[in-house]
């Protein structure tokens, strides 16, 4: 266990936190909390964010308080989690969490539990703030600002790290990631987003470790992943989760794919499709899960369904056999919910349909609800290197085009299709010569 140590109480003139770009629900609260007679903070990312000079996502408190205290002060109060219980304070479908301060843990006392590797089962020991800072994770994330006097408190050297661009774990980097290997991909997220260097310690930790991910719910394993790649720095990050050999745990069949790959094209779509999102993102504009795993396993889902086809399947069947097969695989790691999955699937399977130019099919196919999130993947996989351009750009044009030069665009493929046709009606009692000939 490691022992409280004194703060360091850096003054306005020093850390520079603008008090305008802080919340007033969140000083309200710490106000409130404060006038009761306990201690109250804000803590976490939000102060990191607040000295980088970055617009907060979420204004975290931590409190002296426990979770039934705080219910008794606020009407709007909803505590929340078994393992880790929490407040949430609503101001219609917004809140403010408070959490309060915890403790190291202590087999003997039944708030709190670690597993037989080390990892936290029960984190409801309540301490006090010394004893918070160092269930921190890392040195950065460890730095408590009070809004109301305006000072912020230092335990463990987390503004130095900051300002020198340092990820470093509070603590044993071994113990922190058994007590929690998601600590593993937070330093990842950390490192890409702020640009950050990992400090060796903890660094060194980190491939070896890596394994630990394995005993990790899939379903929190998924969230993990949308907090990575969607974060807005998506393609640093996963470059960086292939250079700490944590892909594997993550996305197996996109790690063998990449392997697999002589072409490069899986990684160019890859590398495109996470920049482009990373772009969206920085516009404000929405992004789909669905979309982001049909990129991934799709090097996977082409390959069983062409190998399919060889033996006989048809194409249809074949696409749909590997789509299925790769989200089954991937579930075992990251539980893809099914509204994401089902996204994904689709997407897969409007790909062959690109091939049709007839009016018709042309037509119906624009207003299927996917057909833009399928479009994108089209150009996506052209952009990439693979060899469909020149469906790409037939329907970049058939979109744009009016309806009497899509007829005109149609026109070509319709004619060929009206012949096959009728060369397969037969008029009764004629048969062809080729009726004739013996079965080899």
């Not at 509070?170 to 937070?186: C, N, T, Y």
């Not at 069983?304 to 789509?323: I, W």
Request: aromatic share 8%; with cysteine; charged share 30%.
């Amino acid at each position: 266990m490691l022992s409280p140590v004194d703060a360091t109480h850096v003054p306005p003139t020093v850390h520079h936190i603008p008090a305008d770009k802080v919340c007033g629900r969140a000083k309200d609260v710490i106000r409130r909390l404060q006038k009761a007679g306990y201690e109250a903070y804000l803590v976490g990312g939000c102060v990191r964010d607040l000295l980088l000079g970055l617009v907060p996502k979420d204004f975290d408190i931590a409190t002296s308080a426990h979770p039934e205290e705080i219910r008794r002060l606020f009407n709007s109060c909803r505590l929340i989690g078994r393992r880790f219980r929490l407040a949430h304070i609503y101001y219609g479908r917004d809140y403010l969490e408070v959490a309060t301060f915890r403790a190291p843990h202590d087999d003997s006392d039944d708030g709190g539990k670690v597993n037989d590797v080390g990892r936290i089962i029960n984190d409801n020991v309540y301490g006090t703030l010394e004893e918070d800072v160092w269930r921190r994770d890392f040195t950065i994330n460890a730095l408590f600002y009070d809004p109301i006097s305006d000072e912020l408190l230092d335990f463990v050297g987390g503004l130095d790290d900051l300002r020198n661009g340092k990820i470093r774990l509070l603590g044993d980097p071994e113990q922190r990631f058994r007590e929690d290997p998601v600590r593993l991909l937070r330093a990842i997220r950390f490192a890409a987003k702020l640009g950050f260097e990992i400090e060796p310690a903890t660094l060194a930790c980190m491939r070896p470790m890596g394994i630990l991910l394995e005993g990790v719910s899939s379903a929190r394993l998924f969230d993990e992943i949308i907090k990575l790649l969607h974060s807005g720095h998506g393609w640093n990050t996963f470059q960086l989760l292939g250079e700490y050999d944590l892909l594997q745990y993550l996305l197996p069949l996109t790690y063998e794919s990449l392997e697999d790959d002589d072409t490069g094209n899986f990684e160019r779509m890859i590398a495109l499709s996470l920049r482009n999102t990373d772009q969206r993102l920085a516009e404000g504009k929405s992004v789909m899960p669905g979309f982001l795993y049909a990129v991934l396993l799709w090097h996977e889902v082409s390959v069983v369904a062409e190998e399919l086809q060889r033996k006989g399947m048809p194409e249809l069947q074949a696409m749909t056999q590997a789509a299925t097969d790769a989200l089954q695989d991937q579930v075992d790691f990251t539980a893809v919910p099914r509204r994401f999955s089902n996204i994904t699937r689709e997407i897969w399977l409007l790909q062959s349909r690109f091939r049709y130019r007839d009016l018709r099919r042309a037509n119906l196919l624009l207003t299927n609800p996917r057909f833009r999130a399928a479009y994108d993947f089209l150009c996506l996989r052209a952009e990439a290197g693979e060899p469909v351009k020149d469906e790409a750009e037939w329907w970049t044009a058939f979109q744009t085009a009016t309806p009497e030069e899509r007829e005109v665009m149609c026109k070509g493929a319709a004619v060929k299709g009206s012949l096959r046709r009728r060369k397969k009606r037969r008029k009764p009692g004629i048969v062809t010569k080729a009726a004739h000939t013996p079965a080899s």
